[in-house]
């Protein structure tokens, strides 16, 4: 029997062609309009329905939510819709990103040369860290991150070099948010045993998780500052207990210090 089309990747198993896609016709046609809004410089409601080819009804609708979550706004004495700051923000958060990726991707090179270990780059987001780049070492057994694995704050090294310099109000309102999941023995499953940890990792620079997340696996991490001073992701280095012992942790630390500052300065952010 032939093999049945393997399923894309981002497609749920589900789908099956052009009868699932009409269940996002609302969405389709929202992007539309939010396209429309972003080219013009202040329309009109009917502009707007004549351009999409949507209803004014339905465009109006679609405006309204678009207008709540901040991506357009709506002049009241004009009468105008235009593009809103929410749009500024996410398109901003692309271009930071992808100035971060391609410019520690030389220092991540360096890292994994100096440690033998393998380099991880990270961004903070609401309740995680998303891994976004890896350069792997040659070793035989070595940490692996597919880009776009989550992993929560507290059970991550660059989660941890993230929380270090956020106030205690922030890293406490994070934890209530997201929890304090337990995955190994190890893990810090209180306020109070995090909040020493972090304390510790700001007086040195550098976060470690010691097996926290995955037993066997160590990983020793600094943060990565913006142009406001504000921790936005991190680099580290993770690898086999074996090899990462406590021992060489004093070597290491200092080395992804380093490597997270020259990106913190290649990306035009202030280290702290």
Known sequence: MEQAEKRKRGRP???????????????????RILAIVAEG?????SEIANASGVPAPT??????????HGMVEFDTTSQLWSIGVETYRMGAAFLRSRKLVDRARIVMQELMEKTGETA??????????????????HQAIRAFFR?????????????????AYLDEDRVAAIVRRAGLEVYTPKTLATLPALAEDLAQARRRGWAVDDEERNEGMRCVAAAIFNEFGEPVGGVSVSGPTVRVTPERLGQIGPLVREAAAEVTRLIGGVPR
């Open 120 to 137: 991880n780059l990270g961004l903070a987001e609401d309740n995680c860290v998303v891994f976004v780049s890896q350069v792997e070492t």
């Open 41 to 45: 410089s202040g329309l009109s409601l």
């Open 59 to 68: 465009a109006y609708r679609m405006l309204t939510t678009l207008e709540n």
């Open 147 to 163: 880009p776009g694995t989550r992993s929560p704050f507290h059970a991550s090294g660059i989660g941890k070099a993230v929380l």
């Open 13 to 31: 198993r589900a789908f099956n062609g052009p009868a699932e896609a009409q269940s996002v016709q609302s969405l389709d046609r929202a992007l």
